[in-house]
């Protein structure tokens, strides 16, 4: 079985675009594809293993030789479409090959090296070979040896550092400086943290100095700065009050000011408090989250709203799926889907997958499930099919026009299935959106017909292949429009659909198609 493999997460401008291929013993013909253009083809002889093609312009490319497929993209700034993954196994000697290919295959431009550090208020440890506050045993070498092969196949290395957390060794030390109740009692995470106040000038100058060097020592392009959603406001040891959501921010930029070159990514856990920190001096939006957010149409409102507030970067939702530990393979994998669907269908992506095959269930990364064989597959079809058209998911002109357009009063666009069409994630039904893109119109297709509920971390059914799906796009010239299909499963390639025209409308009928596709139309709103 043949397997392409960029041998880069993301490629930079200038950079033959390099692709290796695992498994074909005879001569393989590869394709470079931007959208639903070739733009280059190679023909390899036996014993050839890396595909080069010619550096590319920004954006998403499909490859594909036969029925294998990969994609791969091309940034200025990787996070630009950041594509957020964990490693959290720092065991001596350990063999990270496997991290890197997941890496490579999922495309992950960025890693957060979870728990790596000694302590949260000592982040480099006395030796090498260290026991952290958990009791893991960690090996500092391993870490630095993740950090320099991931670095290697263009992903970058973020270490991960609570901005407020002293454990029980450090707590005396910062006890003066700490945030309380106003009950007096310190404010904690469970009971072996507690929390320091962020805008102590004390501490402020002891984190940046703490950051300063694990990035000197080990080598990480950035970190990832973490706090605990509560509290939200505290008190300091002389009475006066903290107000979080204005102490975030100025933490955040304070340290990309003393640390110039580190990419800073700050955890607005349930979305607290990103109306403040979004315009802050960091590399992307990210946001944990938790209930009461807990339908797909919050998922939805979350990449939108933080979109809004901050319309250059990336939006990254750390939406945990206890289902693959707690649930059936079978419906724990449609969750992912669905997850997966309805974020990047929205512009962002999620922080979920990564280790060497890993999903993560919860906020202690170090508790990941390993995915079976079919999950796997299923989760890198899908991680291609938002790279490939990132040009079209992730255009930051793009405007939903659903409202508008689809559904109601509305005859600009209709849609007709055998089942319920709905403009919202409603269960039973199938969810249409229309987004006007910098390039023509997008038309989403979220298929929630085998469900009976819209909540993301609960185990789904299978999702039956919808056929018969008509689109029709009323006319807005006297040229008929092309529609470009697609979705992750069958039809990863871009297929033309030859549309019938009644004088009002073009019309064109889907292939069948299993959880989500779209049609691109490049000339609506130009015809």
Known sequence: MTELLPTKATFAPGEPLEVEIRGSNGPTRISLWRLAAMVETIELQPGERIARFQPQGEGGYGVEAGAARTALDVLVDPLARARYGFVSDYGAGRDVAGVVDNVRRLHLNAIQFYDWMYRHARLLPPQDEFVDAMGRSISLPTVRKLVDELGKVGSLPLGYAAVYAAGREEWPTWQADGLYRGSGEPWMLGDFLWNVDPTSERWQTHFAADLRAAEAEVGFAGFHLDQYGAPKYALRADGSSVDLAEAFPALIDRLAGELPEA??????????????????????????????????????????????????????????????????????????????????????TALLHGEEQSVLTE?????????????????????????????????????????????????????????????????????????????????SLIDLSAQDDDRWDVPKRLARPLD???????????????????????????????????????????????????????????R
């Not at 315009?279 to 409102?301: K, N």
């Not at 990132?390 to 405007?399: A, E, N």
């Open 363 to 443: 906020a202690y990364y170090v508790r990941h499930a390993d995915l079976s064989r079919d999950s796997a597959d299923s989760t890198r079809r899908y991680y291609d099919f938002g790279v490939r058209y990132g040009d079209l998911l992730f255009d930051r002109k793009s405007v939903d026009v659903t409202e508008t357009h689809l559904g109601g009063v509305n005859e600009e666009v209709r849609l007709e299935a055998s089942v319920p069409v709905a403009t919202e994630p409603r269960p039973g039904a199938l969810w249409g959106r229309v987004l006007r893109l910098s390039d023509g119109m997008l038309v």
């Open 468 to 526: 018969g799906v008509r689109l029709s796009v009323e006319r807005s010239s006297r040229e008929q429009g092309r529609f470009l299909y697609a979705d992750p499963d069958e039809q990863p390639g871009m297929l033309a659909l030859e549309p019938e025209h009644d004088g009002r409308y073009d019309t064109v009928t889907l292939p069948a198609f299993r959880t989500w596709a779209f049609v691109w139309l490049p000339d609506a709103g130009a």
């Open 263 to 348: 990419r800073l990514i700050f955890n607005n856990v349930n979305d607290f408090p990103t109306w403040t920190t979004a315009g802050a001096t960091q590399a992307a939006v990210y946001i944990e989250v938790w209930s009461p957010h807990e339908r797909l149409a919050d998922l939805a409102s979350l990449v939108l709203k933080a979109r809004a507030l901050a319309p250059e970067r990336s939006v990254i939702l750390a939406a945990y799926l206890s289902v693959f530990a707690n649930g059936s393979a079978e419906g724990a994998l449609e969750a992912q889907r669905l997850l997966l669907a309805t974020v990047f269908s929205h512009g962002g």
